[in-house]
């Protein structure tokens, strides 16, 4: 069994539509961001090494990429408490959407296998969607490198 993400989505496709429960016990779906670039990000979990360098680079960004006209969301299938817990300690800037029933990480093909330290497990994959202002993806990043991620991102942002 590959341990790599099953991404069936392509460039150009539209992006699959949802609602989720979000940190500070907020809700939002998808096209709520209609008109903006939406840098949807799915990471493997809260307070862990290169999920918080990932978080961390794009809280670092936050402002150029608002001036691109872009909202980052990071998903995650942990608790809304635990984002929470997560914004605090790194003062991030943006908007973590909880997945805990998987929906989402399943739509976009980001669960799976995994190996880590010979242990094998079901996970998300780190990867990154670049969603355009009419909702079509625009950009896929399948393989993400938690150091230098947002910079990469935001030279992609129109």
């Not at 989402?104 to 969603?131: H, N, P, S």
Request: hydrophobic share 35%; proline share 5%; net charge positive.
């Amino acid at each position: 069994m590959p341990f790599e993400p099953i991404i069936t989505l392509k460039e150009g496709d539209k992006a699959p539509a949802f609602s989720a429960p979000t940190n500070a016990a907020g809700k939002i779906s998808l096209k709520d961001f209609k008109g903006q670039q939406i840098i949807l990000y799915f990471y493997p979990k809260d307070n862990t090494p290169g999920c918080n360098k990932e978080a961390c680079g794009f809280r670092d960004q936050h402002k150029k990429i608002e001036k691109k006209n872009a909202v980052v969301l990071g998903v995650s299938i942990d608790s809304t408490k635990s984002h929470d817990k997560f914004i605090a300690k790194f003062e991030l800037p943006f908007t973590l959407v909880s997945d805990e029933d998987r929906k989402i990480v399943t739509a976009y093909g980001v669960w799976g296998r995994k190996k880590f330290m010979g242990r094998e497990y079901d996970g998300t994959y780190r990867v990154t969607f670049l969603i355009d202002e009419a909702g079509k993806i625009k950009k896929i990043w399948p393989k993400v490198k938690a150091e230098t991620h947002a910079e990469e991102v935001l030279a992609e942002l129109s």
